[in-house]
C-alpha cells in the first residue's frame, strides 16, 4: 500500500504541483514563529516535530484501511516538493540554452541564495547541478525514506525537522529574514541544524547509492569514499560527491559567498573553500540535461528496488 501511495503521490505531483509556499511554507512559519525559541530551542524543535509525527501518527492508526491509505496519500503529497524544487533548474536550464544569462543568474540567487554577478553561463550551471543533487535528495528521497520506515508519521518527521533546520538553522534558501537576528541568541539553531543531520544521515547515503546506481558505480563510490571529506558539511558532500561521480563530472571549487543558501549558511564554517570534486570534465551546461536524467534513473531503481521488496514480503506471508 506504502508503494501504491508513492506513486499515485509522483503521479499526482507531475499533474499537479502543489503551492509548497502557500500551503506548506507560509502554516509553518506561522507555527513556527509562536514556539519558544530563548532558551528553549529543543523544546520547540520537539513540540512541532516530534508533536506533529505523533499527531500524524495517532490518526493514521485511528483511520480504517482505505482511509488510512488516502491519509498517507495526502501526507506525502504535503511532504514532497519535486516539482517546487525541479522547475528552478528546469528554468535555470532554458535560460542558459537561450543565452538570457542575467535571468539565469536571478533564477539561481532565488533557488540557492547568495550573489552570481559574475559567474559565467557554465558556473551557473555547475552550482545548479549541485543544488539539484541536493534538492532531489531532501525533496523526494528522504521523505520516501522515512515513509516507507514508518509510513506517514516518518514522512511528518522529516519535512518538519528539514523545515526547522532551514528556517532556524539557516540550512536553506529563505526568502524572509532569520526570525532570530544574528548575534541575539548566539548558536540559536545548532540543535535544529544537528537534528536534522542526524534524522537525514541514512537517508542522504541510500540516495547516495541510488546516484552510483543510476551512473557510473564505481567512479561514484570513489568519489563520495575519497573526496567528501574535502567538504566542511558532510551530508551535502555525501550527495554531491556521488552525483559527480555518477556523471562523470567535476563540480566544487570555490568559497561558498556570504549569505549563500548552502548548507553551511549561518554556521560556523561559513566561507570554507569547496573544493573541487568528482571526475572528467568540469560540469557546464551542456550536462545540466544528464542530471535531469540521474535523477529520474534513481526514482526509477528506487520504485524498483521497493516492488521487489514488496513483493517479497506478500509472497513470505
Known sequence: MKLLSLIVVLLLEQLRPLPVDQVVLGPLRTLAGALPKRGGEQLGWALLVAGGALVVALIDSLLPGLLAAVFGILVLYLTLGFRHESH??????????????????????????????????????????????????????????????????????????????????????????????????????????QAFMLIDWLPARMTAILFAIGGNFEDAVFCWRAQSVLWPERG?????????????????????????????????????????????????????QATVGLVWRALIVCLAVLALTTIAVVLGK
Request: aromatic share 8%; charged share 25%; net charge negative.
Open 88 to 193: 528552478y533548474f528546469t528554468n535555470i536550464h532554458l535560460s542558459l540554452r537561450t543565452q538570457e544569462l542575467g535571468c539565469a543568474r536571478e533564477l539561481l540567487t532565488r533557488w540557492r541564495g547568495g550573489q552570481y554577478d559574475d559567474a559565467d553561463a557554465d558556473e551557473v550551471a555547475r552550482l545548479a547541478i549541485e543544488q539539484a543533487l541536493v534538492s532531489a535528495h531532501r525533496c523526494v528521497f528522504g521523505a520516501v525514506f522515512w515513509f516507507m520506515v514508518l509510513g506517514p508519521c516518518g514522512a511528518v518527521m522529516y519535512r518538519l525537522a528539514r523545515f526547522l533546520h532551514d528556517e532556524w538553522g539557516g540550512g536553506e534558501r529563505r526568502d524572509e529574514p532569520p526570525p532570530v537576528e544574528a548575534g541575539v541568541l548566539g548558536n540559536f539553531g545548532r540543535f535544529s541544524r
Open 236 to 288: 551535502n558532500a555525501v550527495l554531491v560527491c556521488a552525483g559527480a561521480g555518477a556523471l562523470g563530472l567535476k563540480l566544487g571549487q570555490g568559497s561558498v559567498p556570504a549569505g549563500e543558501g548552502a548548507e553551511n549558511r549561518g554556521a560556523e564554517n561559513q566561507g570554507v573553500e569547496n573544493l573541487e570534486v568528482g571526475v572528467g570534465e568540469k560540469a557546464g551546461v551542456g550536462d545540466m
